[in-house]
């Protein structure tokens, strides 16, 4: 099992481009969510899916969007970026059953300049 | 609103101690609490769940325990080894509207362990 792997590592990107986080794992679990991690500020939750063709917004879902077309994949997409969104992108992954432990990719290091 | 908080933010010990971190949770209507490890630049490390219903998981020379009521967790390190310096995150899963079961983290703490 390759666990939850995320592309690309870093982006660099100029205000106002748009871009996409890809998100895959292959564990077949339901639960696929990605969080940002700030610096003093702890992990927070951006978008999350319980499933195929589900989603919902988490605490800071503003300037993302989110799809969930295959139980592997659950890409992050930046609309128009801004310098806000500089931050460490992680994405993670469980089984439906609430007491599953959440398993984490490496994480995407996003620079808006 | 769940908050959770971890003291102390920063730690530096020498090679050997045992040594405890602290995290705390102000709603205690939680599934579980998850301890991860992450090193700098890198992802977060699973190190150990422990579930509402259970009050302590040990793996190797790490012990977790959980107190729900009182809204606590501590991990012990014990013989804190160079390798182990990383930063500590405290996790903690409880249910959203919809059902999911979201993670609230601290901000961990940051642990240096001098040879």
């Known amino acids: 099992n390759a666990g939850v792997t995320q592309t690309p590592k870093f982006q660099v990107l100029k205000t106002g481009q748009s871009m996409t986080l890809q998100c895959a794992q292959d564990m077949n679990h339901e639960y696929m969510s990605w969080y940002r991690q700030d610096p003093g500020m702890g992990l927070r939750l951006i978008h999350y899916?319980?499933?195929?063709?589900?989603?919902d917004q988490g605490e800071v879902p503003n300037g993302y969007n989110v799809s969930r077309s295959t139980t592997e994949d659950f890409p992050l997409r930046l609309l128009s970026a801004a310098p806000s969104q500089t931050s460490v992108y992680f994405c993670a992954s469980s089984y439906s059953r609430q007491n599953d432990e959440q398993y984490f990719g490496p994480g995407t290091r996003l620079t808006v300049t | 609103k769940q908050e959770v908080t971890q003291i102390p933010a920063a730690l530096s010990v020498p090679e050997g101690e045992n040594l405890v971190l602290n995290c705390s949770f102000t709603?205690?209507?939680?599934?579980?609490l998850q301890w991860f490890r992450q090193d700098p630049g890198k992802g977060l490390t699973s190190l150990l769940l422990i579930q509402s219903s259970q009050r302590e998981q040990t793996s190797g020379r790490l012990n977790a325990s959980l107190d729900k009521s009182s809204g606590r967790s501590t991990l012990y390190i014990a013989a804190s080894q160079p390798g182990d310096s990383a930063t500590y995150l405290c996790a903690v899963r409880q249910s959203g509207n919809t059902g999911f079961q979201k993670l609230v983290f601290g901000t961990g703490t940051r642990l240096l362990v001098s040879p």
């Open positions: 709603d205690s209507a939680i599934y579980n």
């Open positions: 899916s319980v499933g195929a063709g589900i989603t």
